[in-house]
């Protein structure tokens, strides 16, 4: 055995790459530009597609006037839902959403946002494009405009699909029949907001599609995390058999979330191809992106928390109300996520929770990294502090006296989270001490007593998130040796930044003994790989990382077998070595993998029982469920008292993501992770105005940090393994965001609490959190 099962993981025999901090195979290619992004790609008699958007948030659609953009230098098409609209139909990619509620992918008799498309035109050049859509002319009568959430759900509201009769497009609710709250010694209660975002990938989004290939088809080269489910669209709308269409995803430069998203673009450009017979690429502006690309979160949640009087908790009240934007997609429903997360680490008897989502004129909303996850962490522990804060209990300890017992799992919640394995407190316990907790505590009664103007706040925040959620927990991988040495796997994830191709070649291997720079990653290209769901939900490592592993056990049993046949041995005493494989302790006595890979295609050196064939095995990993990895983070703030300025002095985070096979692609996702969280509780916000135009639409007027903006994040992990899976690995991609977000919230009030201040939104701006002190100030 090259492996063994520990505590529900695989512990790594002596000699093993896992669990080593091993440099990333793929920042060479990345730090050098040699790697091909989207707008890299120029195939030849590419023209392109430049959209014409809305700049009216609702209105009525009278006519769209393009004879003056026909006419113009290297125009090719022009596309209009009142004239060639390409015969594409609505569309709605999330089947939970009433099809009534789809986009039509040019806007038809009414227009619902900044952004929604109106015409596109397809020309020789971009600038010629430009230009083009410039003069088209567009007459819309405007419509009272719904931006806030609260004001789509009132009786005189403007609707946005008036078939509908009413604005709200998915409710989700649990345990509505009881007051949780019944009889509590203590209520404490907060509504608060996570505000809308935007993804801001440094890639914008953006497409390629170049038909007649393959078979008379077309292929879609796509910036997306997702190319499986782009395909699976692009079938139903252009009519053509599924081995008639290829997706491939060069590097892709982040995701985020927004990149699982289809969007009406793709149809739009693959269609347009399709009819001019001509590859034809579009490449967002930031700007355009901004409007464009799905933004994430939007929620206002209100949360009552029963409680003893010692802090225990007897019940939770939590209602949310989200925004789907103009065409309710994914974002939508991500309430039902928060649902299932809504009772964090803790043990709470009864529960009652209430979601609805709205459509408001504003971007479509869909998942953004935590995707439902974050906003139910939010919710559960800013009302914790405003139950610790009610009954002058420490945050730390209140949460303490409130975490499930590790004993009792797996657990299944009572909203429905079939928790895995879970140590709560070792996680607090180790951010408390890497922190100086009470010696923070100290210096903040110092600065308190002193009446210093420069307030110290220290936050805490414990969660629990899921991983490969929604069904998500089955992935396709392979792993084949050739006859020249090397490997290759395949997987039906899709990497745009995490370090993919680094992790499943340790795996790789780690099973195989060939070196990690000989075997090659094969992903993101439906061609090449059969299915798989994409990355997405921090599912990655848990479920295609699994499926290599089990496909590199396989072409090892099946080498050894080989192995033994030619060197006369039995296969249990067949192990790997340098070079190959060879009869244990006799290293001199080796077959090299060159010689296995072309012995496994000849039935002549096979032994009975061996069918002929490549030394290859494929399958699919099923997880059977997700994982659910936690942690405790502690974030230490100062404020100024006269300004509203808030500096993070410190953060710290510990996170428990299974079974770690390399320490520095988890820390690289804690830090890339925590940096959003950071941002949402300090920086960024999509804002509109009451008109329903869009004030944040490029990286000035949104307040995106920079590293500068930062301290450097003091990042550990606890271990505690996954019985999920045989690596006994559980997701990091989203921890750092939905630990970091409420700690850094929960710090900027801690600093202000002795001043009476109870709560601040996010994003916690100077002028929010000044206003915050005058409202209390005598």
Known sequence: MIAERSQGGVMARAGSILGNAVVRLEDPT?????????????????????????????????SVNVDAARAMPGVLAVYHAGGNDLGLAPFQSFPMISESLSRPPFARDRVRFVGDIVAAV?????????????????????LPVVISKTAALGADAPLLFPDNGNNVCFVTSF?????????????AEVEMVSQRLAGVPMEPNGCVMVPGEPTGGITCWVSHQAPRSVLEVLVGVLGLEPEALRVVCPWVGGGFGPKAAIYVEY?????????????????????????????????TMNAKLGLTRQGKITGLDASVLASGGAYPLLGAVLPMLTQIMSVGVYDIPKVRFQGTSVVTNTTPVGPYRGAGRPEATQLIERVLDVAADQLEIDPAEIRRRNFLDPAAFPLTTLTGGAYDSGEYAK?????????????LRTEQALRRAAGDPV????????????TAPLGLHVEFGAVEVHEDGTASMAVGTSSHGQGHHTAFAMIASDVLGIPMDQIRLVNSDTAAVPRGAGTMGSRSLQTAGNAIFASSTAVLVRAQQIAAHTL?????????????????????????????????????????????????????????????????????????????????????????????????????????????????????????????????????????????????????????DSPRNPLGAKG?????????????????????????????DMPCTPERVWLAIEAVRP
Request: charged fraction near 20%; glycine fraction near 10%; proline fraction near 5%.
């Open 122 to 142: 397809v020309a020789e050049t971009r600038a010629q494009g430009i230009d083009a859509a410039e003069s088209v002319v567009v007459e819309i009568d405007p």
């Open 175 to 187: 345990g509505t029949d009881e007051d949780p709250i019944e009889g509590a010694a203590v209520v």
């Open 267 to 299: 149809l739009i450009a693959a269609a347009a191809a399709m009819q001019l017979n001509l590859p034809v690429k579009w490449v967002e502006t930031r700007s355009e992106d901004m409007v464009a690309l799905v933004h994430g979160r939007d929620y």
């Open 455 to 466: 307030q110290l706040g220290i936050g805490v925040s414990a969660y629990v998130e899921v």
């Open 30 to 62: 990345l730090l050098t530009g040699a790697g091909n992004y989207l707008d890299d790609l120029d195939p030849p008699g590419a023209v392109r597609i430049v959209f014409v958007r809305s700049s009216i948030a609702h209105g009525v659609l009278r």
């Open 427 to 439: 996680a607090l316990d180790a951010a408390l001490v890497a922190s100086g907790y009470e010696e």
């Open 732 to 760: 990091i991609g989203e921890s750092g965001t939905i630990g970091s977000t409420p700690a850094v919230q929960n710090a900027v009030v801690d600093a202000l609490s002795y001043l009476g201040v109870r709560h601040v």
């Open 568 to 720: 006369e041995a039995s296969p249990e005493d067949i192990v790997t070595g340098e070079g190959g494989l060879h009869i244990a302790g006799v290293p001199g006595r080796t077959i090299s993998w060159e010689e296995l890979a072309v012995a496994s295609r000849d039935a002549t050196q096979l032994p009975e029982g061996l069918a002929p064939g490549p030394l290859r095995h494929e399958g699919d990993f099923d997880g059977t469920n997700s994982t659910y990895p936690f942690g405790a983070h502690v974030s230490v703030v100062e404020v100024d008292t006269e300004t509203g300025k808030v500096t993070l002095r410190r953060h710290i985070a510990v996170d428990d993501c299974g079974r770690i096979l390399n320490p520095l692609l988890v820390r690289g996702q804690q830090h890339g992770g925590i940096a959003q969280g950071v941002a949402q509780a300090l920086f960024e916000w999509v804002r509109y105005d009451d008109d329903g135009n869009p004030l944040t639409t490029n990286l000035i007027d949104y307040a995106m940090p920079a590293a500068s903006e930062f301290p450097s994040f003091e990042a550990s992990n606890t271990e505690t």
